[in-house]
């Protein structure tokens, strides 16, 4: 640090030190873990994913992101409507593989 740079920000840098040293230790909680049927559907999704990334011959990412998978898994969309609002962001996407989708996390009997 050079002595015009310490001279400005010493202070302010040993009272964070200070008060760093001084907090109380924060613990992380852990989220708490999905339903069985959310993992389900998001297994689901991870193997349409990668079998579609296979047929493409691309990553499976590129078919779709791992936060929308988790999010489709969460909310459980019914139909198309429902699924289009969850990929508003992504709409090549929903347009291309919507319907895979759906038919993914509720296939037929």
């Known amino acids: ?3 015009r740079v310490f001279k ?3 202070d302010g840098l ?3 030190v200070i008060a760093g040293h001084t907090a109380p230790v924060l613990k992380r909680e852990r989220a708490p873990k999905p339903e069985q049927a959310v993992l389900d559907r998001l297994n689901a999704l991870h193997v ?3 079998e579609s990334g296979k047929k493409l011959q691309v ?3 590129v078919i779709l992101p791992r936060d929308y998978m988790e ?3 969460s909310k459980n969309p019914r139909n198309l409507v429902e699924l289009k609002a969850l990929m508003k962001k992504i709409p090549w996407r929903f347009d291309h593989y919507g319907r895979e989708i759906i038919d993914t996390i509720h296939p037929k009997g």
Do not use: F, G, V
Request: charged fraction near 35%; proline fraction near 6%.
């Open 1 to 3: 640090m050079s002595p």
């Open 8 to 10: 400005r920000h010493a």
């Open 14 to 16: 040993l009272q964070a």
């Open 48 to 50: 349409w994913r990668k």
């Open 59 to 61: 990553e499976s990412d």
């Open 71 to 73: 999010k489709i898994a």
